[in-house]
């Protein structure tokens, strides 16, 4: 069975620091692997996927994620956050294109000035 | 593209009343959509998996009689939460996919129900 752990639910940069969101992924077959963000009351926004074509994935504001099969992972960074980048943030794998995604719990993203 | 929309946005209603949930597809034909249901500050829970013309898969632990879903359409799924109560007081996410055998989920804006 799929899972994926997000270790920390919350993580504090400050602003301009580097931003780095773990995520390591359980999978019995080649994993598809997304991230999300939430802003407050608010849906899911796709940040960017990985879909077995370049293991370095990048996507919207200027996040990146890095697939790495012998570690399992699939960690966010960004070089510089920004304060709007102040949200829940969660990592989600697909096995198939016949089941639902599989989330994490969420990591929450604070910005300090 | 891919844009999801829900409507209502927020709703509140009194205990015993039913609500529905709307979920369309703005741009594509989404022939599989979801629907979640999230707790303040957690992660998302899916309640059951909706494909145009057929019966809801539900997951484990949620009432089909008390969720009904239909997707009657290509751009369009409901959630009704019939005879509701607080505890079903919650934040409502559906996402769809663009294919079948697609891995993307697009997500909606969510409806915030909250049961008096």
């Known amino acids: 069975a799929q899972s994926v752990t997000q270790l920390g639910s919350h993580v504090s940069v400050s602003e301009g620091a580097l931003v780095l969101l773990r995520c390591n992924y359980s999978?019995?077959?080649?994993?598809?692997l997304f991230w999300y963000v939430q802003y407050p009351n608010q849906g899911l926004q796709l940040l960017l996927k990985?879909?077995?074509?370049?293991?370095l994935v990048k996507g919207i504001n200027g996040f990146e994620a890095e697939f790495k099969k012998s570690e399992t992972s699939f960690h966010l960074t960004k070089p510089s956050a920004h304060m709007s980048d102040a949200a829940e943030y969660f990592c989600?794998?697909?096995?198939?294109?016949?089941?639902?995604?599989?989330f994490g719990k969420g990591t929450r993203l604070s910005v300090i000035a | 593209g891919a844009v999801v929309s829900q409507h209502p946005s927020r709703v509140i209603c009194k205990s015993g009343t039913s609500v529905k949930i709307e979920c369309r597809s703005l741009?594509?034909?989404?022939?599989?959509m979801f629907w979640y249901r999230q707790f303040p500050k957690k992660s998302l829970m899916l309640m059951a998996t909706?494909?145009?013309?057929?019966?809801?898969?539900?997951e484990q632990g949620v009432e089909k009689d008390k969720f009904l879903i239909n997707h009657a359409s290509l751009t369009l799924s409901t959630l009704t939460v019939t005879s509701a109560h607080p505890e079903d007081s919650s934040f409502y996410i559906c996402?769809?996919?663009?294919?079948?055998?697609?891995?993307?989920?697009?997500f909606g804006p969510g409806t915030r129900l909250t049961v008096l």
């Open positions: 996402s769809a996919r663009v294919a079948v055998g697609a891995y993307t989920q697009y």
């Open positions: 909706s494909n145009e013309g057929s019966k809801a898969t539900y």
């Open positions: 741009d594509f034909q989404a022939t599989t």
């Open positions: 990985y879909t077995s074509a370049a293991t």
């Open positions: 999978s019995s077959v080649p994993p598809y």
């Open positions: 989600a794998v697909s096995e198939s294109g016949n089941t639902p995604l599989v």
